[in-house]
């Protein structure tokens, strides 16, 4: 499971009316020949999904968590048994190394924390060889267990160490938390209450969570998405910016109220994921949502949903976005930014494509798996694509390129037009 100007109203408009690329359109600054790293071992094609959710990068190592049986080194058939985390080397030839915490359930998350350990969340009894319910601190060299006191009572979704805190966030009550990273004890750091679910009419159950986070280039604030609509006491959907006040977080001003809207009754949380721009004036977000829960599949697309989406980072409550480019009704799941491209991915098949849904209408440019936007235009740029399955779940932009994390659905193994890329892919600079 992973974003600035003025004349907002322009920039919209112009994107909804004129989406082929323009002359002269930049590529994006990543490789279009992606690096052989390991993958998944399983096909698939049995049946079986099995999926990367998360990429982190701590030193020289590249731990990677989800829910999976085995994988396999770049260019080998010999399958590995890692069940549900594993670990491989930053730089090629990008070899699994012996870190195997064993664990027993989905692994949706994993952080570096200060002290060189690996913290991991998600939902499990066991990892590292002991019972750690949901939440462990392992050895980031075996993976062996080592003392943990946090153990949420539900799933956890997400962490971020940050500013000398571990911030923890999922299903369980308070759906976020602060703890230490090297203890697991409550460090008195204040976060905010979160309160509230998605109520229209038709709408499926959808539990109170926090899903994701983003940490601001400067270590500063953080983008929290979930699903509720109160935070702090003030009114927030979908997203909010946390600031990393001394003593306590504090809820920024900072809210788009578009993200109010509703999109389909069986997808009430669509904001999946959020990045910022290197120079923090601008949130990027990725949505689900397939349309607007009470208008039909007309064109041109409207509302926030299933699309990419540029708001300016001004700390206020405001309408309207400075770009919003729809992908037709298929969803995303992760972006990521660099100072060039806009990184998004998920399973849509085409981004530029406001004038269709679940077909290509004019203009819109195919694009699957994986797409490259413009930040200033928000309009396409060349770059490479992958293959759909359920869609990529992380994108990791680091100095050496982009890492995808993603899945099996289907045999889906590839990435910019090359097989060999099950769950995993990475774009070099």
């Known amino acids: 499971m992973r974003m600035r100007r003025t004349g907002t109203a322009l920039a919209a408009g112009v994107l909804a009316g004129a989406v082929a690329l323009a002359p002269g359109m930049a590529q994006a600054a990543v490789s279009s020949v992606p690096a052989a790293t390991p993958q998944l071992a399983t096909s698939g094609t049995d049946g079986s999904v099995e999926q990367v959710r998360q990429i982190v990068q701590c030193g020289d190592t590249m731990y990677a968590v989800g829910r999976f049986t085995a994988v396999k080194n770049p260019r080998s058939s010999t399958a590995i048994a890692r069940r549900n985390a594993f670990a491989f080397s930053a730089a090629s030839p990008y070899r699994v190394t012996g870190w195997n915490p064993n664990v027993n359930g989905q692994v949706n998350t994993a952080a570096c924390a200060p002290d060189g350990n690996i913290l991991l969340g998600g939902s ?121 006040t001394p003593g306590a977080a504090t809820v920024s001003a900072w809210t788009p109220t578009e993200l109010f809207s509703d999109c389909a009754t069986v997808e009430p949380f669509y904001a999946q994921d959020a990045a910022w721009s290197l120079d923090m004036n601008t949130v990027y977000v990725a949505t689900t949502g397939y349309k607007p829960y009470n208008l039909s599949k007309s064109v041109p697309r409207s509302g926030p949903c299933d699309a990419a989406i540029a708001y300016p980072a001004t700390e206020t409550t405001f309408s309207g976005h400075a770009w919003i480019n729809y992908t037709g009704c298929d969803s995303l799941y992760s972006v990521a930014a660099d100072d060039s491209t806009v990184f998004v991915a998920g399973h849509q098949r085409w981004i530029n494509n406001p004038r269709g849904c679940d077909n290509e209408g004019p203009g819109a440019r195919p694009q699957t798996g994986l797409g490259e936007i413009d930040p200033v235009t928000g309009l396409a740029q060349t770059g490479p694509n992958r293959g759909r399955g359920l869609g990529a779940d992380d994108l990791l932009r680091t100095a050496d390129g982009l890492w995808i994390a993603s899945d099996n659905l289907a045999n889906t193994a590839m990435c910019a037009g090359q097989s060999g890329h099950m769950g995993i892919c990475f774009l070099p600079d």
């Open 124 to 244: 499990f009894s066991s990892a590292g060889g002991a019972a750690n319910a949901n939440m462990a601190r392992v050895n980031p060299t075996t993976g062996a267990a080592l003392p943990w006191a946090y153990h949420p009572s539900k799933q956890v979704e997400h962490v971020e160490v940050v500013a000398g805190h571990a911030l923890v966030g999922g299903y369980f009550p308070g759906y976020l938390n602060s703890v230490s990273p090297t203890t697991g004890i409550d460090d008195g750091y204040g976060t905010p209450a979160i309160s509230g679910n998605y109520q229209f009419p038709g709408v499926r159950p959808n539990p109170t969570r926090v899903w994701n986070m983003s940490v601001s280039p400067d270590g500063t604030a953080v983008l929290v998405s979930g699903d509720f609509t109160s935070v702090g006491g003030a009114h927030h959907e979908q997203l909010f910016r946390l600031n990393l």
